[in-house]
Structure formats: C-alpha cells, structure tokens
C-alpha cells in the first residue's frame, strides 16, 4: 500500500473535530474539495453565478472526465445529476417495460429503488424476482442463472447495500447479464470511493452513484452512468431544453449523450466539488484506499465480536463471506440501537442507525432488528476506532 496518511490526515478538517465513522452516511470532505465548492460560491457571489459557470466552464467539464477515469467508460456516458436516487430514477423510468416483464433483484436491495420496482408492478404489471443470497450471503450466482427466462427485462442490483459489509459479485453477474443480452444496473451508492470500480470489467449498462459517501463529496451531487451502446433504448422521464433541442413547433430531438438525463439548472459548487473528491479518491488510490479500509475494519469487526452481548450482523462474520467493505452493523443484546448511537454521539464518535426498513428483504429474511451502523475511511485510524470500541464495551456493560 503506497499511502501518505499523514497527508490525507492533514488534508482532512474533520478529523481534528471528530470521529467520523459515519462514512456511509456522509463522509468527511478533503480540504481541496470543500474548497473547490466555497471558490466557486465566492465567484458567484463576485460576479454572478452565470458568469462564474461561464469562466469556470473548463474545469465544470472537467468533472465529466474525472469521473469518467473512475469507472473507465467515456465522459459523454456520464451525466452529473442531484443524488444517486435520481439518477437511478432517471435510468430506471426511461427504461421501456411492457406486462409480463420481469426485473430481477436482489436480497439486500435498497428500499428507494425496490419502491420504484413496485411501482412499475402495480402501474404496468412487471413482475419482480429476488435473486436468493447464497450460503456466503452474496446474491447466488446459480440461483441467478436458474430464474433467466426470456421475460427478464433487467437485472438491478445493489453492490453494497446499506446495511452490511456484504460486497455483492457483480462482476460475475455481469457476466451473465451480458450472456444472456439482459440490461444489467448496479447501485454503486456505497462502493463508488471505497474500492476500484470499473464498467467495462462489471459489464453494466448503468450504474449510480452518490458524492457524498465513500467519495467524499458534497452532500446534494451525484452521478449516472449509462452506456452509449443502449442510450437509444432508454427514454428520460422528464426532459427540458437541456436535454433536449426544440427543433420545431411539434418536434424535439434529445441529447445524444447520457446529459439527456440532466436538466439545464444546477448546483455548480457542488458540482465542482464532485470532481474535486473524485480527482482526490483517483490521487490516493482506489486499490489503496480498498487495502486500508479492508485492514481498518477487520480490526474493527474482529475486536467488536470479542465484546460480550454484541452481536455483528455483518455478512462476512455471520456467512464467512469472501469479500467484505467498509461498513460494520451490529447490535447489543437487550440495549435498544437507536440508545446506543445517542450515547456513541455524545461521546464524540459519529455512528447511525440502520433501520430495517432501508432494507427490507434481508432484514425480514435475517430477522435484522435496527442495527448499530459504524463505517470506516482510510483517513480513520486505530486510535479513533480503539476509542469506539471502548464505548462499545462500556455501554455492553452497563
Ligand atoms: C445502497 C444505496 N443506494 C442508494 C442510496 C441513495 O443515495 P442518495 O441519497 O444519494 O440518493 C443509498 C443511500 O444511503 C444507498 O445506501
């Protein structure tokens, strides 16, 4: 691992005032992304916020190339949009379902994007399958293969969900997908900025994702990716004159880049901030940033299961999974999560609960009540996080 942590530590405001392990939620901002977003409000402020995005239109377009060089596909597949859900939503609804057709899914699915699945089912009649997870907890791979019918219109996925440390095999389930001409989606919201991601190696034809999490970005910024091969196929639910021309007084034509899912007006400090922490997540190192995030919370996951009551609901330590992320659940026999996180914050440790709610497929399956949510960066280190198994330890015992 070729890491300057002294660097990133100093490069991170944060770090002096907290202890984030909040890094699924909303991580901490680098120093040049936070400054990245306050420049460019200082020159909206100083010569209107028009002008500032015509000044700043190299480096607004810069931000296209920036991310396109994080998942290796090409800037016109990128479109810069207000959250993952959004881009999500873009692509999900453009996508032509009729009755009868069936999306596949999985387990851990998010709730925003299973609510949009159920939506289609009840407005046109598709049809929904959960993929079940193997005996490791990741989607199963055969199970996928047996459920491929010629109904299948779409294969979505979550490659890690909300709730857990389970990484989903979504390299293999793009293998699949793409042997059977299936339209394949990945939910990247909690893999984009904690482990390399690559559209080509996954085979995805769409793939979201949000600035504000394992990026480090702002909050309110997020990206779609949609390949060029089958943007024809898809048309955006909602268009305006950015995304698409008015040619005549009964005619439009749309953008012939993934932008036909942006519209005109946008939060360009934000935007500028998306670039700025994708430009820093690609100079520390995805396989760098993947190598210390693995190490920080296998010691985070290790000494929390040798702590009396607590229970880890992490896939890995319940199903011995091959792989597993940043993110590390858990509860405490006969204390209430939600108690808990109240205490972890006021002792200065940044946590949150995860409802079953947000996942509501594995938590019924695995009868998860609210979990105790803690995810770490690689910009945390043991100090901070020997310091949130004390607290641990001592609210066990209480
Ligand atoms: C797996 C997953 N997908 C999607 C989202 C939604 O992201 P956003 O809030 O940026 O729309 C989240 C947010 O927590 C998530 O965990």
Redesign the pocket.
Known sequence: MNIDLQKIFTDTPGKKTCVHLNN?GSSLMPQSVLDAQVDHLKLEAAIGGYEAANKRRDAIEGVYDSVARLINCHRDEVAVVE????G?AMAFYAIPFKAGDRILTVEAE?A??YVAYLQLAKQKGVEITVIPSDDKGQTSLCALEELIDDRVKLISV?H???NSGLVNPVEAIGAIARKHNILYLV?A??SAGQMPLDVEKIQCDILTA?A??FLRGPRGV?FLYVRSSILDQLHPPMIDLYSASWTSPNEYVLRPDARRFENWENNYAAKLGLGACVDYALEVGLDNIKTRIDELASHLRENLAKIKRVKLHTFGAAHNAPQQCGIVTFSIDDIKSLDAVTEILSRGVNVSGSSPSSTLIDATNNNLPILIRSSVHYFNDHDEIDKFLQIIKDIAAS
Do not use: I
């Open positions: 699924c959250n993952a859900t959004v999500w998010y925003s994007n979550t890690v969900p909300t939910d919201c909690q949000t504000r999490k997020g």
